[in-house]
């Protein structure tokens, strides 16, 4: 991950519009987030800001790069989180730049508490912002190495035995426009999920962790005896 490229075009106009928008999007999906514990995972913005709105007592930042109060710096493929210990975990463009994805998702899915959330903001690689990223040769926008549809981010949910709670695509405002009015962002964010909806520039998928439920065997208590031919067969108390 190229940490000076991820800030400096987080910084950029562009990029301080996204953040702006993504916030707005994580606090409506976020507001029905409750319990003890929020695991951000990896860094996008200023700590805390897109994970503001949850309704947990605590969240925590960790990252492989990560530095400061509070943050945990580990790798993504082996977290230190103890399995089912947490309630939400937040994922703001996190598997466009890991090393390995499905690795990721997994520790995800162990860390979780039954019936627990995971977010995941991710850029669209099938609209404009997509083509961006193309012509870019993986260089837009900053750190993303590859851009996941949000298809195959449902299959991978899927697999991993998640039920998708939440989607809404969102970003509608094309990829080199810098100057861009505000008005004009807010009209295109209105107007685009109703007639632009597979051209947006990114997704949000919200996702629940499903236990699996086990069905009680009940003791037998009793036994009928076995009937041959319509007659009981006789028992041990009776043979003699």
């Not at 910084?11 to 319990?35: H, I, K, Q, Y």
């Not at 995971?118 to 837009?140: A, D, K, Q, T």
């Not at 851009?147 to 697999?159: C, H, I, M, N, Q």
């Not at 990829?175 to 909806?197: D, K």
């Amino acid at each position: 991950m190229n940490d000076a490229a991820h800030h400096v075009w987080l910084d950029s106009a562009l990029g301080a519009a996204v953040l702006e928008l993504e916030e707005r999007v994580l606090a409506d999906a976020l507001a029905d987030v409750f319990g003890f514990e929020l695991l951000q995972l990896g860094e996008w913005g200023a700590r805390d800001e897109l994970c503001a709105h949850a309704r947990t007592q605590h969240r925590c930042w960790l990252a492989p790069e990560a530095a400061g109060p509070g943050a945990i710096r580990a790798a993504y493929e082996a977290l230190p989180i103890a399995s089912g210990s947490v309630e939400a975990v937040l994922l703001p463009h996190t598997l466009e730049h890991a090393s390995h994805p499905h690795a990721l998702l997994r520790e995800v899915e162990r860390v979780l508490m039954g019936e627990g959330h995971v977010l995941v903001c991710g850029f669209n690689p099938l609209g404009p912002w997509g083509i961006r990223h193309l012509v870019s040769r993986g260089h837009f926008p900053p750190p993303a190495s590859r851009l996941l549809s949000e298809r195959r981010l449902r299959d991978w949910l899927g697999l991993l035995g998640f039920e998708v709670t939440l989607s809404r695509r969102y970003l509608f405002a094309p990829p080199w426009t810098h100057r861009m009015s505000v008005r004009s962002r807010e009209w295109l964010e209105a107007r685009g999920p109703s007639f632009a909806a597979p051209l947006a520039g990114a997704y949000l998928l919200k996702a629940r962790k499903r236990v699996r439920g086990l069905t009680p065997i009940r003791p037998v208590w009793h036994r009928a005896p076995a009937v041959v031919g319509g007659i009981a067969e006789p028992t041990s108390r009776n043979a003699a």
